[in-house]
C-alpha cells in the first residue's frame, strides 16, 4: 500500500462532507461582527464536518468548537483554502491539533486576505469595470457580460479552492508562508500601478474656460495638460477618495459629481 492510499484511508471526511462545508460557507461567510470576525459562521460552516470527525466523543468536539470561535477574519474568496485546510489537520490529530489550526488560521489569513483584497476587490474589479465602461460609452455590451462571467468563474472557483485547501493541510503554513508574503506585495503593487494608470484615461474632466492674451488663445485645460497631463482626474479622484476616508457616503459623493458636472457645465466652466 502506497503513502497516497494511506492517507486517504485514514481519512474520516468524503468529499461529500468537504462539498456540504463549501455549500455552507456561501451562506455564511457574508455574516460578521467586530468582536469575533466570521468565527460564528465558521462554526456553522464546519459543524457537521467536525461532528463527524469527533463522533462519540462531545467533550473533544466542544472543545474544538471553542478553538473555532476565536477571532477569525479573511477575504471570503480567499478562506476557503484556509478552511478546508483546518478540515485535513484537525481530521488528522483531532484535540492534539487545536492549537496547530488556530496557527494555521492566524499564519495565513492576512497573506491571504492580501491578495484576495487586492485581486478581487481592487484589481479585477477596476481593470473590468474600467473595459466595460469604455466600451459603454461607444454602445458596446461586451466589456459588461466579460465583467459579470469573470466573477461567475470566480464564484464557482471558491469551491475548488476549498477542496484544494483540505487536500494541502498542514503543508500550506509550512510551504507557502514565504512565497504569499512575497506575491501579496507584488500584487499590491500590481494594483497601484494599474488604478494610477486608469485613472487619468478614464475620468473625464477638463476645463473649458478661454484665456488670451497677445492674440493667443489657451483653454484652461491646455494649459494644465502643459503642467502635467491628467492633473484634474487625479485631483479629483484624491479628494474623493480622501472623503470617503472621512466617512462620507459613496451614494452622497456620487449625487455631489453629479450635480457639480451640470452646473459646470452649464456655465461653461467644464466639457465632455
Known sequence: MNNTTAKQDS?????????????????????YNYDSGFA????????PALSKIYRGNPDGLQASIDNQFKFYNCNPW??????????AVEEKGKTKSLQAVQDLKTALMGPFSGIGDALIWVL??????AI???????????????YFAVYVLFFFLRSFLYQLGYDSGASLMTNMSDQLAALTDAV????????????????????ALKFSQAGVSLTGQQILDQIMPGLLPVLLTGLLYWMLK??????TLILMVIVIAMVGAALGIFKA
Open 78 to 87: 480567499m478562506s476557503p483554502i484556509i478552511t478546508g485546510a483546518t478540515l
Open 246 to 251: 472621512k466617512g462620507r457616503k459613496m451614494t
Open 11 to 31: 481519512r474520516i471526511l468524503t468529499k461529500k462532507d468537504i462539498w456540504r462545508a463549501m455549500r455552507r460557507h456561501y451562506l455564511a461567510i457574508s455574516t
Open 188 to 207: 499590491s503593487v500590481l494594483g497601484i500601478a494599474v488604478i494610477g494608470a486608469i485613472v487619468p484615461s478614464t475620468v473625464n474632466f477638463k476645463l
Open 40 to 47: 460564528a459562521t465558521l462554526v456553522w460552516e464546519l459543524f
Open 132 to 146: 466595460a465602461a469604455s466600451m459603454g460609452k461607444h454602445g458596446n455590451s461586451i466589456g459588461m457580460w466579460i
Open 124 to 129: 479585477f474589479p477596476t481593470v473590468l469595470g
